[in-house]
């Protein structure tokens, strides 16, 4: 098998991005009379000359634009490797999109696999609020959330519009902002009248990754229903009433059916403070009574271990 010795010639040259050889600057007169690439390989095929244009430098291996041709047409001239070299620049951006839009749909590939092993639904909005990707979960749970308006995605039920497009606009604008970014939340209710739980945060937050499409993602839901009667979320009772994260913290341990005295302890605050901020939190949620709280957030639930597989 006769041996390529251009590759070798332009290594040892040492060139870069842009540099344009031929046989000349390669091999010797003697060599192209002689060697096997010459004399068994390029015979065979018709070929006599050829020329390079070295690209993507930056690869661990060599990268060239070659260009043969038949002997009885001559070497190549200088004006020819001057095309070449203006030619090779446009080659290789053409290579890099490609080399760029195969890693995306590898990672896409491997991306879409891991969401699809999640236990909750997943979706993925974009700018216009239309859904561009749902995981397995997702496929599954959002006929009994969501149906869709003028393409956009709605809540199934009309009371929970204004709840949604609050949740949506915040994300929006925390990410304008470049500051608040976590994960916020609201309950839907489902077409069977159970609640759900939907975290929204914007995609950007996941180095802005597509997923299955080429329409840019910007919003990330995550959704997984309550059980009543469960330890229940300080991060949802805050979104949900508008309350601090302590004073949630608070409610959701009252709502759970801790005394007053208990919750302080846990909390590691005084009875009376606590008392304080209970106070509060029935102006927020508008009831008078600690019974009254308790029916509130009982209707709450929880979503059991499943923000704890939020990305933070």
Not at 111 to 124: E, I, K
Not at 185 to 195: E, N
Not at 242 to 267: H, K, N, S, W, Y
């Amino acid at each position: 098998m006769a041996q390529d010795i251009h590759a070798q010639r332009m290594i040892d040259l040492h060139l870069t991005s842009g540099d344009v050889v031929n046989d000349q600057l390669m091999v010797s007169d003697h060599e192209i009379e002689t060697l096997p690439i010459y004399t068994d390989f390029f015979a065979r095929v018709g070929f006599g000359w050829i020329m390079c244009c070295v690209i993507l430098p930056d690869l661990d291996m060599l990268v060239t634009v070659s260009v043969p041709r038949a002997k009885e047409r001559g070497p190549y001239t200088a004006a020819e490797m001057e095309t070449l070299r203006l030619i090779g620049p446009h080659v290789e951006q053409a290579l890099r999109i490609s080399l760029r839009i195969s890693n995306i749909e590898e990672a896409e590939t491997v991306l879409r696999a891991a969401l699809d092993r999640m236990d909750s639904g997943v979706f993925v909005l974009d700018d216009a609020g239309q859904s561009i990707y749902r995981n397995t979960i997702g496929d599954e749970v959002f006929p009994e959330l969501f149906t869709t308006k003028e393409g956009r995605v709605v809540p199934v039920r009309r009371e929970d519009d204004a709840r949604f497009e609050a949740l949506i606009a915040a994300v929006r604008a925390g990410e304008m902002a470049g500051a608040d970014v976590r994960p916020k939340s609201c309950i839907l209710t489902r077409r069977d009248g159970g609640r759900t739980a939907i975290w929204a945060m914007p995609v950007t937050l996941m180095n802005e990754w597509r997923i299955g499409t080429r329409t840019a993602a910007k919003t990330l839901l995550f959704a997984a229903p309550t059980k009543p009667g469960s330890k229940i979320d300080p991060a949802v009772v805050r979104d949900v009433f508008g309350l601090t994260l302590g004073e949630a913290r608070l409610a959701a341990l009252i709502g759970g059916g801790m005394t007053v005295r208990a919750a302080a302890g846990q909390l590691g605050v005084t009875e009376g403070t606590a008392r304080v901020v209970l106070k509060r939190v029935f102006g927020k949620v508008g009831v008078k009574r600690q019974a009254e709280l308790v029916l509130q957030l009982s209707s709450l639930g929880a979503v059991v271990s499943e923000r704890e597989t939020l990305p933070s």
